[in-house]
């Protein structure tokens, strides 16, 4: 399938495509929710959620096939940030080592502030994770940046999609960051649209894809409104 890499845009395709029609070193910062990948998981009990090592090397080796070409498209003073959970982190991590040059450089724990799901086996599950991939450009600042985020977030999910992350969490991804504005946000897994309205709030440019048809309407719907809303701001702002 062919693609136009056109900014501020959200498409319908399968991000291994869309990338493909992107050229080498064309954004800045990646940002996304792929799925944990505890479907892929071919010997479990129903009751048994943890993936075996089989099932953990094949889930890296599909996450290696789309970071291979993250890694291609991200320009040297880039990064990506992948949301996940401790069932899915050592996906990630496995799924690295099969890209050259590419690494874990971070790991966010984020604290939910609201208990959820667990085995009565287990503990409830009250955090995620966010791990990041820095490029040799890369660099932070600001050294008192903690690897510990707090960021309430519930049950519900406001705009429909069943793994939504909060807006002001992925905002502050993007923030943590530390890039001018106007840069470019690319999202492979683009659901609800979290990533896109979060880059257009701090004034920087967007792309980004999904397979399901229905979550780019949800995503465009989303754009579309912040659009309104930052426009009516801003000539609220002028009168």
Request: with cysteine; charged share 20%; net charge negative.
């Amino acid at each position: 399938m062919d693609f136009s890499f056109e900014l501020d845009t959200v498409v319908v395709g399968d991000c291994l495509d869309v990338m493909a029609g992107m050229p080498d070193g064309c954004v800045d910062l990646v940002v996304t929710d792929p799925p944990y990948s505890l479907a892929s998981a071919s010997s479990r009990r129903s009751s048994n959620k943890a993936m075996g090592w089989a099932d953990i090397n094949n889930a890296a080796k599909w996450f290696s096939l789309w970071y291979r070409e993250v890694w291609r498209i991200l320009k040297d003073t880039g990064a990506l940030w992948t949301f996940c959970s401790w069932h899915s982190l050592p996906v990630v991590q496995c799924a690295t080592s099969y890209v050259s040059g590419m690494f874990l450089t971070s790991v966010v724990v984020w604290d939910k502030q609201w208990p959820g799901v667990g085995s009565t086996r287990g503990l409830r599950q009250n955090y995620e994770l966010i791990a990041m991939a820095a490029k040799s450009g890369f660099y932070i600042e600001d050294r008192s940046i903690s690897d510990i985020w707090s960021c309430k977030w519930t049950s519900a999910r406001p705009n429909g999609h069943p793994a939504e992350k909060p807006e002001e969490l992925v905002s502050r991804t993007i923030a943590t960051s530390e890039m001018p504005e106007n840069i470019i946000v690319f999202d492979p897994f683009i659901g609800s649209g979290t990533t896109a309205v979060a880059a257009l709030k701090l004034n920087h440019h967007f792309y980004g894809c999904d397979v399901n048809p229905d979550y780019v309407r949800l995503a465009n719907a989303r754009i579309e409104k912040t659009r309104m809303e930052m426009s009516q701001m801003e000539l609220s702002l002028r009168t």
